[in-house]
């Protein structure tokens, strides 16, 4: 019998069979950062789980569409800017290329778009004025806020249905009709950044850019919206407030997936605990498939407390499979192909394939990698018998096609196993010379050019594999 997938619906707070609204599309969007720090470990949970649910997806054959936004406007970046005494551009310009490098480290599949809020504030003053036309919200002292007490189904995502749970943006008390509504567009302070509006100069509230830059390249309803577990309320609950109310369609989104906090030492990380983890600092430390490893090591639902201890672990973990990876190539090329098979040897392909069924039936039980972890090591120790005594090709071979498997869904070891592109003629050819520019640009240690380079590359579905002496190019399949 065929499993399906199955996925946790925050908004149903069950499991759920996965049905796209129109498969083989998937139409994902995920909430993304707002640069005014550096990208940290908490980040990265979130990044790699996303990026390993993409990878899930495409492999069972859907074809996902997927948007991560870039919050450049907020009250964060204004003050941040202030302080260092910055234009706010540039602060926001630097911490989205920090983000966009740890993101290629981490050989995370580049986003379809990346749309930024300042590349969408038309968009945005023409979305709050439907939502005025049709008396969602309303305008006060120069801002403009949405009237919650329209929306009837206020709560149901989050799950907070008392008017006291709702209370937030308590600054704007005296503008606000109730201490629940929420801004959509704020009257502009002096020295902040500002757009003109039909209600004056200032800049859109934060909730507001998901609803409208999803919509816009999703459409109306779509399938798959996420975040990190902190964004359930209030950010999601309005942006389903707005959306609704906008569309007069419900549910606009139909999966909600959001992936569990990550804590250091037991506690949130904050700046006044001075436990914050920077990604590139371990990026510096650790191999990428490493941390990748590490992530996907507990389900991304259930909270992870990050600990070193925890990534060492990992590198012995990706030790034992690149061990297996290599060993298993070698055998393969020199093995003959046998004409028969003795009792054992089926006996034990058929034990290594009923492994191979447990981990792919763990994946179905919502991206469950965690439970799949002990099925992928009882694969390589299975592997690795055959591999010592030097016999049963048809199970090496079996084993190192599940490996390529493995190492396409979840991001790791992927230069080990596929195999180089060969594009014959000029595109090969055009190619090979763009990794030859990003070579030198490399050499004369120009990283923005070459980090550009082999994120447009991904864009475009060349993916690039850095080892030691050469790049290794995939077309994504
Ligand atoms: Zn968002």
Known sequence: MRIMLKV?????????????????????????????????????????NFDFIRRYLEFKGYEVFHISNITDVDDKIINRALEKGMYWKELTETYIKEYVEVMNKLNVLSPHVMPKVSDHIEDIVKFISSLMERSYAYESGGSVYFEVDKFPYYGALSGATKEEEWEQELEFL???KRPYDFALWKKAKP???????????????????????????????FDIHGGGRDLIFPHHENEVAQSECAFGKRPWVKYWIHIGYLTVGGEKMSKSLGNII?????????????IRLYMLSTHYRSPLDFTYEGLDQASKNYARILNTIRLTKGLLREMEVPSKLNEEEIRELKVLQKEVE??????????????????????????????????NYPLLAYGFSFLKSFSRVFGVAEGE??????IEGLVGKLIELIIEVRRRRRLAKDWEIADWIRFELNRLGVRLVDQKDKTLWFIKS
């Open 358 to 391: 447990r981990f792919f039936k763990s994946l179905e039980e919502d991206f469950n990698a965690m439970k799949a972890m002990p099925y992928l090591f009882s694969i390589l120790t299975i592997m690795n018998k055959a591999i010592m005594e030097g016999k």
């Open 417 to 422: 196993v596929l195999e180089a592109a060969k």
């Open 278 to 290: 920077i990604a590139k600092d371990v990026l510096e430390k650790y191999d990428a498939d490493v």
């Open 191 to 221: 020295k902040e950044p500002y757009w003109d509006s039909p209600w004056g100069p200032g800049r859109p509230g934060w909730h507001i850019e998901c609803s409208v830059m999803s919509s816009k390249y999703l459409g109306e309803q």
């Open 174 to 176: 005296m503008e606000k």
């Open 8 to 48: 946790y619906n925050t908004l149903s707070k069950s499991l759920e069979e996965f049905i796209p609204l129109s498969p083989p599309e998937v139409k994902m969007y995920v909430c993304g950062p707002t640069p005014y720090d550096h990208t940290h470990v908490g980040h990265v949970r979130t990044i790699v």
